[in-house]
């Protein structure tokens, strides 16, 4: 008896096989040899930030689709573009190199605590859980989503906030995506300037709870003579390529408008390096504030 069982059961594990090979003959379907080209020469981070999952999703999709550009490799950076254009027939165009920005101050701001939270050690959680422990509704809930997401080791945790290691990002978006208050963002590395706050709240709403959160004035916005600044569903909005055109001419009118300081320059503008220097003015990366404005944001150097 064991032995028919089993005589049957390779006779079907035979017909299995013998299907299964006439099938892969029947339906192969020719892969253009352009996609292993690609992928070789994609460097294999697999993060996603492209849009797809991995590297081989990218480089089917961008040579089948004629919609998909060669420039959405962030970690391969600019000098990876040309290849894939070249592989790939499609014009490389533009790969403006960007960086991740944090979007908070509620240290400077001084926001205070609404409770305290024991339970999983997670932003989004905390989120759930009676909207968030800050007294401000947009604030980091400091629980380090982001850093986790991160897999260049481009975010750390410094004072309760994630710090931006400007050298190693990717700006892959990871850390967008993980933050379940949106106060992370990818901006180009070389913006002028940048609004570091994020709250969709107006005037006493945003004062009671943060010292230094935007209160909706629109002063900048109406102090921008490229118009590359704006509100955008209930948040000031910075247009980086409309500013980097306008260029230094307008002497970061918005900086200088905003009655909050929230409005930093991203480098000392030329027209202040003769300037004397602020104690609490970094010389180089980060967000740089105006005189009498702590800094935030980011950090240019990497640490191990």
Not at 63 to 69: H, K, L, N, S, Y
Not at 149 to 173: D, E, H, I, K, Y
Not at 189 to 198: I, L, Q
């Amino acid at each position: 008896m064991l032995l028919y069982s089993f005589l049957a059961l390779a006779g079907l594990g035979l017909i299995a096989a013998v299907m299964l090979t006439i099938a892969s003959k029947f339906f192969y379907v020719q892969e253009d040899p352009k996609i292993a080209a690609v992928a070789a020469a994609l460097p294999g981070a697999n993060c996603g930030g492209c849009g797809f999952a991995g590297c081989e999703g990218y480089a089917s999709a961008v040579v089948c689709d004629p919609a998909i550009p060669a420039n959405l490799c962030c970690v391969g950076g600019p000098d990876l573009v040309p290849v894939i254009g070249r592989l790939t027939g499609k014009d490389a165009g533009s790969s403006e190199p960007a960086v991740a920005f944090r979007r908070c101050s509620k240290n400077e701001g001084n926001v205070k605590k609404r409770y305290s939270y024991e339970g999983m050690d997670s932003c989004v959680a905390a989120a759930r859980l009676n909207n968030g422990t800050e007294a401000c509704n947009w604030a980091c809930l400091g629980f380090g989503d982001c850093v986790k997401a991160c897999q260049f080791n481009a975010l750390v945790m410094r004072n309760g906030m994630p710090l931006v290691l400007s050298l190693n990002c990717t700006s892959c978006g990871k850390c967008v995506k993980a933050c379940p208050r949106d106060i992370m963002a990818i901006i180009p590395k070389r913006a002028r300037v940048s609004v570091v706050c994020s709250t969709m709240d107006k005037l006493k709403a945003v004062s009671d709870v943060c010292e230094v959160g935007c209160i909706k004035c629109a002063k900048c916005v109406k102090a921008c003579p490229a118009g590359a600044v704006s509100m955008v569903g209930g948040r000031i909005e910075i247009d980086h390529a409309k500013c980097n055109d306008y260029g230094p001419a307008c002497n970061e009118a918005c900086v200088d408008s905003c009655p909050r300081k929230i409005m930093r320059y991203r480098c000392t503008p030329a027209r202040l390096l003769g300037a004397p220097a602020q104690a609490d003015t970094p010389k180089t990366g980060g967000d740089v504030p105006p005189p009498q404005a702590a800094s935030t944001g980011d950090a240019p150097q990497a640490q191990a």
